[in-house]
């Protein structure tokens, strides 16, 4: 019932962007581009020296990423620009931006530190964008490696967290826990998500929990706000591996080892996509 509703609310400017712009661009890319301008928005932050701003816009920035999928599926305008656009945006603000936040959160300690943590957060992100590009991973259950969101989310999450700031050695906590990321950013372990399954209730009560208590700290108790968020992002890295079956575990890596024997047997041959200048 729902659904028709939102078709007929969302299809008159959809289709005024896509004869306006053309090739391809849609309300979706509209929401694509929010995920894109918080990433921008981030940087813009880090340069005026604000940490907690340049944090949050990335936050504000993954609420366009959330809608736009939902957007080009009602609209039917699910088209190979879009993924691409959703990629480049995706891989700026979950990749790029969180890296220089780390950077503004380090220099004072250490600025080659800094720099050399950011640059292996984006020299990680970026080898895990070429591997998709180069052989896309099919599996509708999990996220080969740790997807890009909650990469960007539990550090930026931990350096604004009083946890960072008021624990002995939380600064060094820190930099062991971007190497991590990082590291987990690229490893063929399956981190679960929401595709081709209908999960069980308390799979979703624990869902809703998580960004209602976000939410609800950040009203009412805003200084913990990124200490909950670092706890509720934790918990879903941690409880990935638990909330598969067996069965589905053995898929995954199924899945990966295919997946990487493509990747190899492309070695050597120009997988850049259609269009892109060499």
């Known amino acids: 019932m729902l659904r028709p509703f939102l078709a007929a609310l969302?299809?008159?400017?959809?289709?005024?962007?896509?004869?306006?712009?053309?090739?391809?661009?849609?309300?979706?890319?509209l929401f694509t581009l929010v995920n894109l301008v918080g990433g921008v928005?981030?940087?813009?932050?880090?340069?005026?020296?604000?940490?907690?701003?340049?944090?949050?816009?990335?936050?504000?920035?993954?609420?366009?990423?959330?809608?736009?999928?939902?957007?080009?599926?009602?609209?039917?305008?699910?088209?190979?620009?879009?993924?691409?656009?959703?990629?480049?945006?995706?891989?700026?603000?979950?990749?790029?931006?969180?890296?220089?936040?780390?950077?503004l959160a380090y220099k004072e300690l250490n600025q080659t530190l800094a720099f050399a943590m950011a640059a292996?957060?984006?020299?990680?992100?970026?080898?895990?964008?070429?591997?998709?590009?180069?052989?896309?991973?099919?599996?509708?259950?999990?996220?080969?490696?740790?997807?890009?969101?909650?990469?960007?989310?539990?550090?930026?999450?931990?350096?604004?967290?009083?946890?960072?700031?008021?624990?002995?050695?939380?600064?060094?906590?820190?930099?062991?826990?971007?190497?991590v990321v990082a590291v987990l950013n690229l490893v063929p372990l399956p981190f679960v998500n929401h595709h081709g399954r209908r999960l069980p209730l308390w799979s979703k009560l624990v869902i809703i929990g998580y960004f209602a208590s976000c939410f609800a700290v950040l009203f009412w108790a805003r200084q913990y706000f990124w200490d909950m968020l670092f706890v509720c992002v934790t918990m879903y890295a941690g409880g990935s591996w638990i909330a598969m079956t067996p069965k589905e575990r053995r898929e995954f890596f199924e899945a990966s080892r295919s997946w990487r024997r493509e990747l190899n047997e492309g070695s050597g041959t120009s997988t850049k996509p259609p269009g892109e200048a060499p």
């Open 120 to 179: 292996l957060l984006i020299a990680t992100g970026s080898i895990r964008h070429a591997r998709g590009a180069a052989a896309k991973f099919s599996f509708d259950y999990a996220w080969h490696g740790m997807p890009r969101p909650v990469a960007a989310f539990i550090f930026i999450a931990f350096i604004n967290s009083t946890l960072f700031v008021q624990v002995l050695g939380g600064r060094w906590v820190g930099v062991g826990l971007v190497v």
């Open 10 to 29: 969302l299809g008159p400017p959809d289709r005024l962007l896509a004869r306006l712009l053309g090739n391809g661009f849609g309300l979706k890319d």
């Open 41 to 103: 928005a981030s940087i813009a932050f880090v340069i005026a020296g604000d940490l907690w701003w340049a944090s949050f816009a990335i936050m504000l920035g993954y609420l366009g990423d959330v809608v736009d999928g939902p957007v080009a599926r009602i609209t039917g305008r699910q088209n190979p620009f879009g993924t691409e656009l959703d990629n480049i945006a995706d891989h700026t603000t979950q990749c790029v931006a969180p890296a220089f936040v780390v950077y």
